[in-house]
């Protein structure tokens, strides 16, 4: 008689481990080498209850029980049985008690995150990483890091899922996940290579956006560019980077372009870094100022390029609102350096890329530099004037101060002149130095000449204004201890 077993989990060694405990009088000599092997093949084989009252699985689960006393190698020797030579549900309970001892020998340790040695071997001792410049909570490395990394990156998820769920610190869960990474990146192949990426990516993209390491992220993004990871993959590790963009540097920043495109840095990539840092719900006021500061600096760096088109150009300064920009002082130094190697734009393309500008947040200095600058079409130099004329125009009528919260420096309160201390004065007198309205170009000139005798005469009618207003309150209000009644337009 000829029985074929089809699919026998754990093939040969599993059928003679079983066939020595029927030939042995229901005894076989488990370790944690073998139980795996043997709880699966007994419930293959449905070696329970009802076929013998010491049956195979009762005793590979009494064994299992012992797992309190195993080994740190031990308990990876049985994960590791699990996972590579068997699968279905027995396997599953299996592993998942494997799993379960491991935690709890982790968990065990007074610090999760405190470097130090297994207490059975000092092979799992190793140094803390001194090279980092992340701060001093990235400086560690716990004892069980090393051992865990030498995991399949398929083991590595589901324990690292689990640890998820069972509150572990996700600071040092995020720390281990990168150093997996370091680790192994240089000693895999290709395939080996992505699917480490896109498991450490999935699992950081689990945890808490803070715990993460914004400059570990990026370095992920660099070593990936090559190896062909997923369209998912890398959504979720540009959307947590963008999520984390006012923890970027000016090195992070600068991809060179993909092939095939011939501007030299990836502005894309950062548009949408910029698109999923303002997506994020956690963006303050203070973070949307530090990555308005960034892009600034960015905006300047890729200025330069002569292969950069206008569209993209506009788009990156637009991508940010303007409550991130303090000074449009940079954006303009850009402005004039992305038109120095565009020497063959239109004047009409050149005002539609000026549209970006602010002028209310331009300095003095830029708007007088503006002003006499052949390479920005005279419309730009003149609303940049008329900019500053205005604020000059509402220090003096305010008495050298603008009306807070003002969202233009137009609108002011009509204080009259009289008020003017001696502060006040002096800063009237140096922005009065600063509007320097001379320009090459007579056609500004002449407008700018207009404007400031219309400016001047409003200020005669004001005045006159002024004088007749008091003559007629001083006559209408009735004296001290008159008794009389107020006029109309005062009831």
């Known amino acids: 008689m000829k029985v074929i077993l089809h699919d026998l989990p754990g093939g040969p060694e599993a059928f003679e481990l079983m066939s020595s405990f029927c030939y042995n009088n229901g005894r076989a000599p488990i370790s944690p080498s073998n139980v795996c092997l043997l709880h699966v093949g007994g419930h293959y084989m449905e070696m329970t209850d009802e076929v013998a009252p010491c049956n195979l699985i009762k005793q590979t689960d009494r064994f299992l029980e012992t797992m309190i006393y195993w080994t740190w190698p031990e308990i990876f020797v049985a994960i590791k049985q699990c996972y590579l030579r068997l699968n279905g549900p027995a396997s599953s309970m299996v592993l998942k008690k494997c799993i379960d001892g491991l935690l709890q020998r982790i968990a065990s340790t007074s610090d999760m995150c405190t470097s130090g040695s297994s207490p059975e071997s000092s092979n799992f001792r190793f140094s803390c990483d001194t090279k980092s410049s992340e701060s001093a909570k990235y400086s560690f490395r716990p004892w069980w890091f090393k051992d865990l990394s030498l995991l399949s990156p398929n083991i590595i998820e589901t324990i690292v899922q689990t640890m998820i769920s069972r509150n572990f610190d996700q600071l040092c869960l995020a720390k281990f996940l990168f150093f997996c990474v370091t680790t192994r990146f240089a000693m895999s192949n290709s395939v080996q290579k992505r699917d480490l990426v896109e498991t450490v990516v999935r699992l950081l993209y689990l945890l808490e956006r803070r715990s993460v390491s914004c400059k570990g992220l990026f370095g992920i993004l660099r070593v990936s560019s090559n190896i062909g990871i ?178 233009s420096p137009c609108i002011y309160r009509n204080k009259g002149i009289k008020g003017v201390d001696n502060y006040s004065k002096e800063q009237i007198v140096f922005y009065a130095k600063k509007v320097d309205l001379s320009t090459e170009n007579e056609e500004l000139r002449a407008h700018l000449n207009g404007m400031q005798l219309r400016v001047m005469e409003l200020e005669k009618i004001c005045r006159k204004m002024q004088i007749q207003m008091s003559k007629i309150v001083k006559k209408t209000l009735p004296s001290p201890g008159s008794g009389g009644s107020l006029p109309k337009l005062c009831s």
Do not use: W
């Open 230 to 407: 997923s369209k998912s993959c890398r959504y979720e590790l540009e959307t947590m980077i963008g999520s984390l963009l006012d923890q970027a540097t000016m090195d992070n920043l600068l991809f060179p372009s993909p092939p095939g495109s011939s501007y030299l840095y990836d502005v894309n990539l950062v548009s949408r870094f910029l698109k999923s840092f303002l997506s994020s719900h956690h963006v303050s006021l203070t973070g949307l100022k530090t990555v308005g500061s960034l892009m600034d600096k960015y905006i300047t760096e890729v200025a330069p390029d002569s292969n950069l088109r206008p569209a993209k150009f506009v788009a990156l300064i637009k991508a940010l609102p303007d409550a991130a920009i303090d000074s449009y002082d940079g954006i303009y130094r850009a402005l004039d350096m992305y038109f120095e190697v565009h020497g063959r734009l239109s004047e009409e393309e050149k005002i539609k890329i000026c549209i970006v500008l602010n002028y209310e947040k331009l300095s003095l200095e830029a708007c007088k530099h503006l002003a006499q600058n052949s390479k920005f079409p005279s419309r730009t130099a003149l609303q940049a004037l008329v900019s500053q004329q205005c604020k000059l125009k509402s220090l003096l009528s305010n008495g050298g101060y603008l009306k807070s919260g003002s969202s």
